[in-house]
């Protein structure tokens, strides 16, 4: 049997020994990485102890196609870092980003350099090994994972955007993490700067030229992209060729940070390459990407486990003093910046406070990962550290992971559970009881409908309609009681459905293709932003969240500066587009949400909420309204244009919704069907383009418009003409001041 049978054949007999950790993880409650690790440890035990008396067959194979596998440190990171970052970056809601960025900024770039000061100034003040060695081992340990962190989050309905800190943090701290590691390796070696400004300037090159390679591989991927024809395979394999490509790209052919630029790339075709393919191939593509993060993940944990096991055997008392040493200082590090640094955004109001009960988890919940491993196995093959250097540094990073892993991970949700995060508020309990109440009449018709459609006697049926298989109050009319949930908290948990129903709208309206891809992700942004206002400020961040969504924003009045000093009208046009695209698809989502109200909301809450409620939409719907009938009135033909453009795109959805039925009812072939979707995608393509927009500023003609010069002659209007300037007024703008 050949070398590379027996690799493959021991990789996917980890695979499949991965696919079946899976649900015991879930049903654990723990992070899959936990017994990704203690799997790998396993084997590396098994390779010591079972290995060698195993004899022949399938079993010594695998060990020794494991023990083969001859992954250089450079290929361990080739292989694996790629798919890990770019899934990371392409996953993660990009626009939310950015409202955070200056958190995430924080947390990433200054907590691993905070994180490698402290764990390196501290182990140099207690282990003689040279400070360099130190800073090393603190940029290796600065990486963290958020899988366990997030996943907790979501359970207990934290506000998003502290999941959007804990993702931007990993997402970014990766790649600092490797920067710095990649400075200081320079310096150890003597092929690094020589000077602390010099490591400066170096990472800044590196970071900002990773920025760089990675946003023109991605631009120049977006741009390839209408040519594959909506490919799903196609689309899929420029996304790979992507994320390796500007990992070997920068690192290799323009000298700077391959994982900068991995992670660049990701969020540049997250933002630009959306809007180039289908909803449905844009679900596809991010499922494999998903999987292929999964294997990447799952294999290096295994390795880099199977591999520390044999290192570790060398691990003595003295190690797990410095080991305490380690945990103390990152853990001091990681409050210096939650505790510390973050406060003085917040003080500034680059970023809305964290409460300290989520600071807490964030802080203990920091584990570390796949990168870390990574990095600290490359020193392995590396000539220039000496076997007592390699093993301060591997033993330390790997015993530093698994505690948080084996000691940190698990205790998550014990500490979630003292904090007071996994209760059911009085407001949820009571909600809770409601909605049982509701569906009782609901459920109890439904199940008589089975019953009589299945033949089953109505005395079974009675039977099990009183079991305790549905176990729901009695009486659904009955209207909540003040005690178990105040007025406002009920509006609070009414606006939070309001909004969260409001992002499912813009989710639903994009997959039935009645939202153009251009609007579909700021929408969906503005709803999440909704969601955390509602959270932190009630009503009135849900009045202040839906004002933004049609104010005038940043991009349209630099639209609008650029205008006016340069006299360029192409972004302005856009802009205007844009709004006016955006305050019709909103106006027809919160029409929908009114009905929602008074549907399915107002039953739940109370009429009195109900009724608060509906003053909100009603406020909101006239907000919109004005602003509406403000660009409507200067652009009726454009108005006219985007409604019609927007019930067309109803009108293939629902057609292309009724030949699916046809077909699936078997009343037309496969061919049939084939033909009516390409004819619909043809017809698509011309409902998509949006109509053009004129800004309407021909002076002359503007002129005209005025009473007082409707008979002025052509000579002295062209007069005018010379010596007046277009300008475009917003509303509630001054033209001019008395005086």
């Known amino acids: 049997m050949t070398q590379t049978v027996l690799t493959v054949l021991s990789i996917m007999v980890v695979l499949g020994l991965v696919s079946l950790l899976v649900p015991v993880a879930k049903k654990l409650s723990l992070p899959i990485q936990v017994l990704l690790a203690l799997l790998g440890l396993a084997l590396g035990v098994a390779l010591v102890v079972v290995a060698p008396t195993s004899g022949e067959g399938v079993t010594k194979d695998v060990f020794y196609g494991l023990d083969n596998l001859g992954i250089t440190s450079q290929g361990f990171l080739l292989l694996f870092l790629p798919p890990l970052l770019f899934t990371a970056g392409l996953t993660i809601d990009v626009r939310r980003l950015l409202d955070e960025f200056a958190a995430v900024l924080l947390l990433a770039v200054v907590a691993v350099l905070v994180c490698t000061l402290v764990v390196g100034f ?18 290796i340990i600065s990486s963290t994972d958020p899988g366990a962190v997030v996943g907790i989050f ?11 800190l804990v993702e931007g943090e990993a ?24 000077s602390v400004s010099g490591a400066l300037l170096s990472f800044l090159i590196n970071f900002t030229g990773g920025i760089a390679v990675g946003w023109v591989f991605a631009r120049l ?13 196609a689309e899929i394999t420029a996304t790979v060729v992507l994320a390796y490509l500007s990992y070997i790209g920068a690192q290799e052919y323009f000298g700077v940070s391959g994982v900068v630029a991995v992670v660049s790339a990701a969020l540049t075709f997250a933002v630009t390459g959306r ?20 294997w990447a993940n799952a294999m290096v944990f295994v390795l880099s486990a199977m591999l520390a096991s044999q290192l570790l055997r060398g691990l003595a008392w003295s190690d797990l003093s410095v080991l305490g040493v380690v945990v103390v200082a990152a853990l001091v590090a990681r409050v210096i910046v939650l505790f510390g640094l973050l ?64 000691i940190g991970a698990p205790t998550l949700r014990p500490l979630m559970s003292l904090l007071g995060l996994d209760k059911l508020t009085a407001t949820q309990i009571a909600l809770r009881d409601r909605v049982m109440a509701l569906s009782h009449v609901t459920i109890r018709e439904q199940v008589r409908e089975v019953a009589k459609d299945y033949g089953i006697d109505d005395e079974l049926r009675d039977q099990v309609i009183a079991s305790e298989t549905i176990e729901l109050p009695a009486d659904p009319d009955e209207e909540m009681p003040d005690a178990p949930i105040r007025p406002e908290e009920r509006l609070a948990v009414g606006l939070l459905t309001l909004a969260a129903h409001e992002r499912e709208l813009y989710i639903s309206h994009f997959r039935g293709r009645t939202i153009s891809r251009r609007m579909v992700g700021h929408l969906i942004a503005a709803a999440g932003r909704t969601m955390d206002r509602v959270k932190a400020n009630g009503p009135g961040g849900y009045t202040d969240a839906t004002r933004r969504m049609i104010d005038i924003d940043s991009r349209f009045r630099m639209a609008l500066w650029m205008h ?3 006299g360029l009208d192409r972004m302005l046009s856009r802009e205007i587009a844009d709004r006016f695209e955006r305050l019709l698809i909103v ?8 009905r929602f109200n008074r549907a399915s909301i107002r039953p739940l809450l109370g009429a009195a909420t109900g009724r608060e409620l509906g003053k909100l939409i009603d406020d909101r719907l006239e907000s919109n309204k004005r602003a509406l009938a403000a660009l409507d009135l200067q652009y009726p033909t454009f108005a006219s244009a985007l409604k019609v453009q927007y019930l067309a795109r109803a009108a293939l959805r629902v057609e292309e919704a009724e030949y699916t039925r046809k077909w699936r009812d078997s009343l037309i072939s496969r061919e049939v069907y084939d033909d009516l979707l390409r004819l619909i995608r043809v017809r698509r393509v011309r409902v998509e383009e949006r109509p053009p927009l004129e800004l309407g500023m021909d002076l002359g003609a503007m002129i005209r418009k005025v009473p007082l010069f409707r008979d002025t002659g052509q000579a002295t209007l062209d007069r005018m003409v010379q010596l007046l300037k277009p300008r475009l007024a917003l509303p509630g703008e001054h033209v001019f001041k008395k005086g």
Not at 346 to 374: D, H
């Open 154 to 164: 979501r359970d207990i309905g934290a506000p998003r955007r502290l999941s959007i």
């Open 275 to 294: 809007a180039k393919v289908t909803p449905a191939a844009w679900d596809h593509l991010t499922a494999v990407w998903t999987q292929l993060e999964f």
């Open 343 to 406: 406060p003085l955004l917040s003080a500034v109001r680059l970023v809305q406070p964290v409460g300290p009960r989520y600071k807490t988890i964030i802080a203990w919940g920091g584990l570390r990962g796949a990168v870390t491993l990574a990095l600290a196995l490359s020193i392995q093959a590396n000539p220039y550290f000496k076997p007592a250097e390699e093993h301060f540094i591997i033993v330390l990073a790997t015993g530093f992971t698994f505690f948080t892993l084996f």
């Open 122 to 139: 501290a182990l140099n003040a207690v282990y003689e090994v040279s400070l360099l060695l130190c800073l090393l081992l603190g940029a």
């Open 221 to 233: 991927t977006c741009l390839v992209l209408p040519w594959l024809g909506d490919s799903g395979v």
């Open 171 to 194: 997402l970014f701290n990766d790649a600092a993490a490797i920067a710095v590691f990649s400075i200081i390796l320079g310096l150890i070696t003597f092929e690094g700067p020589p």
């Open 587 to 594: 106006d027809l989502v919160v029409r929908e949400l009114k």
């Open 564 to 566: 006016r000093k340069f």
